[in-house]
Each structure stands twice: as structure tokens, then as C-alpha cells.
T-cell receptor, first 109, second 111 residues
Framework: GQNIDQPTEMTATEGAIVQINCTYQ??????LFWYQQHAGEAPTFLSY????GLEEKGRFSSFLSRSKGYSYLLLKELQMKDSASYLC??????????FGAGTRLFVKA | EAQVTQNPRYLITVTGKKLTVTCSQN?????MSWYRQDPGLGLRQIYY???????DKGDVPEGYKVSRKEKRNFPLILESPSPNQTSLYFC??????????FGPGTRLTVL
């Protein structure tokens, strides 16, 4: 079967670092996406990992280990506006993308 | 401005009354897709289209229809809506194999 697991909720403090984990078991793998979604809004693209390793983009970094079926999103220097849901999604190929249920991140002052 | 538009944004309807949610993109993307989002379940793919006149079922296609007569448009049709189709719907588009641009969402309530 197809399964993507992420924590349901996380809380972190403004200015801190938070790591959101994602594990997956899918029938195919062509890449892993991270999206950000503010409440009531559309998801927006954050990162895409195809190969193992760390991809850094400003305050956001994403890591992938294909052999372990594992990824994480690292957010540094947290800001209040980072309070949102973070969606892990696997592009399995065949024009299909499977999404996890998302992790709601609360950033407190 | 590159965008995906959906209409209507909000809709309350009754069981059995046929409805169409429109989706249009201005980025000349080949790939378009419809998702529904429900609490605790994440985004689930309903239907997708690889190009004009080419569509296929996603994970939850029952009760829905789509068509792709033009590259820019990908309407979602509910022939006989039921309360279990109450959800938040997103249309998305992309070039093949790249990240998806999502529309603003349509919040549908079926009474």
C-alpha cells in the first residue's frame, strides 16, 4: 500500500529551529515535495528532493534518504508567519503524487 | 501573473443537484489535477489529466467526472452530489514532473 506519515502537530518558539519528519512507503518513487499551507489557503511549493542529501533554500532546508524512506524539513529562525501546515508528498511517477496528512506547526512568541 | 483560478470559491448545494467547478490555468501546463482535502486525510487525488483529451482516475474518483477539451481548462463535474462530497477542493497544474501550482480552493457543502 501507499503510506506517508508525518506528525500531526508541532509547537516551536519564535527564533528557534524546528524539524518536521516524514516517512514514506510507496509503490514508486521519483521525488519528494514539501508544501506549505496556511489555513484556508492553497498549498505553495517549498522544496523538491530527488537525490539523497540536504537541499538548502534560505531559512528552509529539506533532507532525503531514499534507502530509509525518510525526509525532513528544517525551518530555521522561526517567524510567526511560519505557523502553517507542512505537507510531505511523494511523486510516485505515472503522473501521481501522494500527499501525507500534513503537520500543523504552531509558532509561539 | 501565473495563476490557477477556480470558480466558485464557495458553494452550498443540495443532494442530487448537478454542479460544475471550473478550473483554468494560464501557464500552458500539460498536467492538471483535482484534489479534495478533508481533515486528517490530507490531499487526495480525484482525477488528473496529462494533456488535452487524456484523463485518468486518481485515488478517489467515485462520484466525479472531468473533461479536458482545452489545455487551459479542467472542470470537475458532480452529476449527483451527496453529503460525503462536502469538502475543500483544489485544482492544480504543472509541467510534467515538476511542482504543482494550486488554485485557491473551492469549499463545497452538500446538504
Amino acid at each position: 500500500g501507499q503510506n506517508i506519515d508525518q506528525p500531526t502537530e508541532m509547537t516551536a518558539t519564535e527564533g528557534a529551529i524546528v524539524q518536521i519528519n516524514c516517512t514514506y512507503q510507496t509503490s514508486g518513487f521519483n521525488g519528494l515535495f514539501w508544501y506549505q499551507q496556511h489555513a484556508g489557503e492553497a498549498p505553495t511549493f517549498l522544496s523538491y528532493n530527488v537525490l539523497d542529501g540536504l537541499e538548502e533554500k534560505g531559512r528552509f532546508s529539506s533532507f532525503l534518504s531514499r534507502s530509509k524512506g525518510y525526509s525532513y524539513l528544517l525551518l530555521k529562525e522561526l517567524q510567526m508567519k511560519d505557523s502553517a501546515s507542512y505537507l510531505c508528498a511523494v511523486y510516485t511517477g505515472g503522473f501521481k503524487t501522494i500527499f501525507g496528512a500534513g503537520t500543523r506547526l504552531f509558532v509561539k512568541a | 501573473e501565473a495563476q490557477v483560478t477556480q470558480n466558485p470559491r464557495y458553494l452550498i448545494t443540495v443532494t442530487g443537484k448537478k454542479l460544475t467547478v471550473t478550473c483554468s490555468q494560464n501557464m500552458n501546463h500539460e498536467y492538471m489535477s483535482w484534489y479534495r482535502q478533508d481533515p486528517g486525510l490530507g490531499l487526495r487525488q480525484i482525477y488528473y489529466s496529462m494533456n488535452v483529451e487524456v484523463t485518468d482516475k486518481g485515488d478517489v474518483p467515485e462520484g466525479y467526472k472531468v473533461s479536458r477539451k482545452e489545455k487551459r481548462n479542467f472542470p470537475l463535474i458532480l452529476e449527483s452530489p451527496s453529503p460525503n462530497q462536502t469538502s475543500l477542493y483544489f485544482c492544480a497544474s504543472s509541467s510534467l514532473g515538476t511542482d504543482q501550482f494550486f488554485g485557491p480552493g473551492t469549499r463545497l457543502t452538500v446538504l
